[in-house]
């Protein structure tokens, strides 16, 4: 793999950052035609493009979807999981990881600009495209785990792209929607993935296409100039999404238009020349446009790969399944079902979703692979039964049953597994929170008949689960990519011991959190933020309701206590014990209470890791805090300031589950 390029080069000031000035020296030798050239799309063979300057020497800028993978011709490029699936991780090495792998195919493939990963925060449960948002429900989140993700894409010569700057919380009315976001709310609860984006350095940023308070995000001079490239510091470039330029807006704060030169072509060139668009402004664009290209690599190693090339490989493959069984949850595991004996003598198989899963959604977050693992063939190929039959030599058996099947069956099994699944996509919400084809009908059905009973359900997000009383075990694999049935399999039968948590919170019933049409979807295009901070676990534990399964839930095969907290305004510790008969790794999560003065939430995310523990050994976990982790959006003076006062450190499992507390004062 290729050695990491420089990556500090968008993270701190560009008037000591060679990159920059490189960018500075080139743009001076460009005429204004070449600079506007730079600031729209042209050419083709990618999803996005912006055609060479050979005169200069300025590369072709090749851009291409999306968000979890090289999305193209059908089986030359590996589906790896969703963002909100490695989000469940809770990892920063999975993240890592991923946007290494991704990134690398992507230059394999000849683009030299990844469009992802997706950022927005899941505000509406049945937003179609929270599959492909990283951030989950929480904002800290998301600014934790899109750091390594930009690392690793960018560590492969490859620009990143944050998307969709902001607000893009809904795919119901997406173009026309007036998302209205008070100042406080946008600074705390959804800005921040895109803050986190920016110091890890990420070189571009793709603005939504909904208005923020009847303004085109594409054009808004508060979004784009004032809070992302003034406030947050954010040095690359602004490119629209496909088709969501509405102006030669480049004095709004945006920088490139998407796909084509509607507005940003011969239109902006009428600008400068009239005055209305000054030439530092001009300038200032195609600067944070080719001072990435230059902090990548971009300009100096020439990408002759081709888009046609297959890029998948066995390492990769691999990659995608340890993702895959990193990021799944396991939510219930009553009785120890689970782990599955190696020896186990009958498994009943129950589901169309075993045979052929669903394994990701639908639009530009689409990638579709060259296979698919099936839960039931990975089952039968661990215990070496023959393709087409149902017993191994050894008499091991595992009988599949489709969902218009008789289940039956399953009176007679050592143990069962159904399987589930819904989809979403771009363009549209989900219909509802349900698994589809009446599939929550059959997973009752089969628990009528026996009571050991493992579900795992494919979903895009928040889903709900009127039969978890019913059954024994519990996985969610959320959107596991290509690799889903291997993966599935490793954790079933405990080759890999399940350690992922839940990025957002499974609700009791449809609309648990009471959104009214004027918030969501909303009315006359207008959709209101009026519940401010108080959404996903926040509006749980501000009204004291128990979800059927909390934010930042999930289990392992050993279980761990926690004991002897201490906090301060600098630092919380705490111990951590592996209580089980066996190893294993757990996400001890923060969360801190403000002062009441404060009028936050009853609590926020302030700390999460992954804590490996053999059985019976303990450690001491401790998570740092600083000025912002106690700080509030300011109103008055448009910055954070401290909370006073009395702070209380909550410890523990998930946000449904803080036995563990500390007061302090700051």
């Known amino acids: 793999m290729r050695s990491a390029v420089l990556l500090t080069a968008l993270a701190g000031s560009l008037a000591a950052d060679p990159p920059a000035q490189r960018a500075a020296e080139m743009v001076k030798k460009m005429t204004t035609d070449e600079k506007i050239h730079m600031l729209h799309g042209s050419g083709s063979g990618y999803v996005g493009n912006v055609e060479s300057i050979p005169r200069l020497g300025i590369p072709a800028i090749k851009m291409n979807d999306g968000p979890q993978g090289f999305r193209g011709e059908s089986g030359k490029s590996t589906a790896y999981p969703s963002g909100l699936t490695v989000a469940a991780s809770f990892d920063t090495a999975v993240l890592g990881k991923w946007g290494t792998n991704m990134g690398q195919e992507f230059y394999d493939k000849g683009a030299n600009v990844q469009l992802g990963p997706g950022l927005c925060v899941a ?7 929270n599959f492909e948002y990283l951030s989950g429900e929480d904002p800290y989140l998301g600014y934790v785990l899109v750091q390594p993700a930009i690392t690793g894409i960018q560590s ?20 026309t929607i007036s998302e209205n976001v008070d100042e406080r709310t946008q600074f705390e609860m959804y800005y921040p993935p895109f803050e986190g984006a920016v110091e890890a350095g990420v070189g571009s940023v793709m603005c939504s296409y909904n208005k923020i308070r009847e303004t085109w995000s594409c054009e808004n001079p508060e979004t784009l100039q004032r809070d992302l490239k003034e406030r947050l510091g954010f040095h690359g470039w602004v490119m629209s999404d496909w088709g969501a330029t509405h102006s030669p807006s480049i004095n709004a704060g945006l920088d490139q238009e998407m796909p084509g030169s509607n507005y940003m072509g011969d239109a902006l060139a009428k600008l400068v020349a009239s005055g209305n668009v000054t030439m530092a402004k001009l300038d200032d664009s195609v600067q944070r446009i080719l001072t990435p290209m230059y902090a990548m690599g971009v300009m100096d190693k020439e990408n002759n790969n081709s888009i046609h090339n297959n890029v998948t490989s066995a390492a990769h493959n691999e990659a995608a399944r340890d993702l895959s069984a990193r990021s799944t949850v396991l939510l219930k595991n009553d009785g120890g079902i689970l782990p599955l004996k190696n020896d186990i003598k009958t498994l009943a198989v129950i589901g169309d979703e075993c045979a052929n899963p669903i394994v990701h959604g639908g639009g530009s977050g689409q990638v579709v692979p060259y296979y698919a693992s099936a839960p039931l063939d990975a089952i039968r190929a661990h215990l070496n039964i023959p393709a087409g039959k149902n017993c191994s030599t050894s008499g091991q058996c595992v009988h599949f049953v489709p969902s218009s099947g008789d289940v039956g069956i399953a009176a007679q099994a050592d143990a069962t597994l159904v399987c589930g699944a819904t989809t979403s996509s771009e363009g549209r919400d989900r219909s509802d929170l349900s698994l589809q084809k009446n599939e929550d009908t059959l997973i009752a059905n089969v628990a009528k008949v026996t009571k050991k009973v493992i579900v795992s359900t494919v979903t895009p997000g928040a889903l709900l689960t009127p039969w978890r009383e019913q059954i024994a075990a519990y996985l969610v694999p959320f959107m596991p990519g290509q690799e889903y049935g291997n993966a599935l399999t490793e954790i079933l039968f405990g080759i890999s011991s399940p350690s992922a ?41 501000t009204h004291k309701v128990k979800p059927a399964f909390a934010f930042g839930e999930g289990m392992t095969y050993t279980t761990f206590s926690y004991s002897a907290v201490k906090a301060s305004n600098s630092e919380v510790s705490f111990t951590v014990k592996n209580t089980g008969s066996v190893d294993g790794v757990d996400t001890p999560q923060l969360y801190l209470g403000f002062p009441a003065e404060a009028g936050e939430p009853p609590i926020q995310l302030k700390g999460f890791s ?53 007061t302090f004062t700051n």
């Open 156 to 175: 492969q010569g490859v620009i990143a792209n944050a998307k969709h700057y902001v607000n893009n919380n809904q795919e119901s009315n997406r173009t």
């Open 610 to 662: 992954k804590v490996s523990l053999k059985a019976g050994e303990s450690t001491t976990v401790t998570y740092k805090l600083n000025a912002r982790s106690l700080s509030t959006w300011d109103v008055a003076s448009h910055s954070w300031v401290q909370a006073k006062g009395t702070f209380t450190a909550f410890v523990g499992a998930n946000s449904g589950s803080l036995d563990l507390s500390a």
């Open 501 to 541: 948590r839940l990025p957002l919170t499974f609700p009791l019933q449809e609309n648990d959190e009471q959104f009214t049409e004027s918030q969501w979807p909303g009315i006359n295009l207008q959709a209101n933020y009026s519940e401010k901070l108080n959404f996903g676990y926040r509006w749980y534990a």
């Open 123 to 129: 505000r509406v449960p049945r937003n179609g495209r």
